[in-house]
């Protein structure tokens, strides 16, 4: 099966999340490096990061707190958030005549936020829009399925093993991890991975070879 499509997740692949996760903190009232330190400790024991939630709000559930936290301080992104790399490289991978869609796992109004942007990509979704999220293979199915292709003909790039690069491949789709983010340098030498970068200014070369 021929490789026409390029999958990219959102947050630390194009995204630089610490803004968002800045707001967390001060809609909480906690201090940044606090916040972080139980994030950071999250992700080093692949814990759910929404656990964060037990520290700081026990005893409330995940949706009262996010629709809370939407109604107090809604999502927000600007060109300001994507990694210096991330243009140029959706840029390249159009050039190199790939489809190019970008999806992760972010409610709808996130979604939109990502499309105002009108970045050099095919398609913008996410789990809100799909209705069901990563690593549950149904994700990947949908999104192949919007995209008019199949799980093989896709690859897929992100910066968590257990969600980009397991549930991915588990799907059908050819995975490549993204060094990058608290889970990206954490997952870095998991034996799972087999297609790796350190930057997107390398995956345009590495998906001519995979191609």
Same mark, same amino acid.
């Given at each position: 099966?021929?490789?026409?499509?390029?999958?990219?997740?959102?947050?630390?692949?194009?995204?630089?999340?610490? +803004?968002?996760?800045?707001?967390?903190?001060?809609?909480?009232?906690?201090?940044?490096?606090?916040? &972080?330190?139980?994030?950071? !400790?999250?992700?080093?024991?692949? #814990?759910?990061?929404? /656990?964060?939630?037990?520290?700081?709000?026990?005893? $409330?559930?995940? $949706?009262?707190?996010?629709?809370?936290?939407?109604?107090?301080?809604?999502?927000?992104?600007?060109?300001?958030?994507?990694?210096?790399?991330?243009?140029?490289?959706?840029?390249? @991978?159009?050039?190199?005549?790939?489809?190019? =869609?970008?999806?992760?796992? #972010?409610?709808?109004?996130?979604?939109? @936020?990502?499309? $105002?942007?009108?970045?050099?990509?095919?398609?913008?979704? +996410? +789990?809100? *829009? %799909? !209705?069901?999220?990563?690593?549950? /293979?149904? &994700?990947?199915?949908?999104?192949?399925?919007?995209?008019?292709?199949?799980?093989? #003909?896709?690859?897929?790039?992100?910066?968590?093993?257990?969600?980009? =690069?397991?549930?991915?491949?588990?799907? !059908?789709?050819?995975?490549?991890?993204?060094?990058?983010?608290?889970?990206? &340098?954490?997952?870095?030498?998991?034996?799972?991975?087999?297609?790796?970068? /350190?930057? %997107?200014? *390398? @995956?345009?070369? @590495?998906?001519?070879?995979?191609?």
């Amino acid at each position: 099966m021929t490789l026409t499509t390029v999958v990219l997740d959102l947050g630390e692949t194009l995204v630089d999340e610490t +803004s968002l996760w800045q707001d967390w903190a001060d809609f909480l009232g906690v201090p940044a490096f606090t916040f &972080f330190g139980v994030l950071g !400790g999250l992700a080093a024991r692949d #814990q759910d990061h929404r /656990r964060f939630l037990d520290a700081f709000r026990p005893g $409330e559930t995940w $949706e009262d707190v996010l629709a809370a936290k939407n109604r107090a301080a809604p999502w927000a992104m600007s060109r300001a958030d994507l990694y210096l790399d991330a243009e140029p490289c959706l840029a390249e @991978l159009k050039t190199d005549g790939w489809q190019v =869609v970008v999806g992760g796992n #972010q409610p709808e109004a996130f979604q939109r @936020l990502v499309q $105002e942007l009108a970045l050099p990509v095919d398609l913008v979704t +996410s +789990s809100g *829009e %799909l !209705g069901v999220a990563k690593p549950d /293979r149904a &994700f990947y199915d949908a999104l192949a399925g919007k995209a008019g292709v199949t799980t093989a #003909q896709c690859v897929h790039v992100g910066d968590r093993v257990d969600n980009d =690069v397991v549930g991915a491949a588990a799907a !059908g789709m050819t995975p490549v991890h993204l060094v990058r983010g608290p889970w990206g &340098f954490l997952h870095a030498a998991d034996p799972g991975v087999k297609h790796q970068v /350190r930057s %997107l200014s *390398e @995956l345009p070369a @590495l998906l001519r070879t995979l191609r």
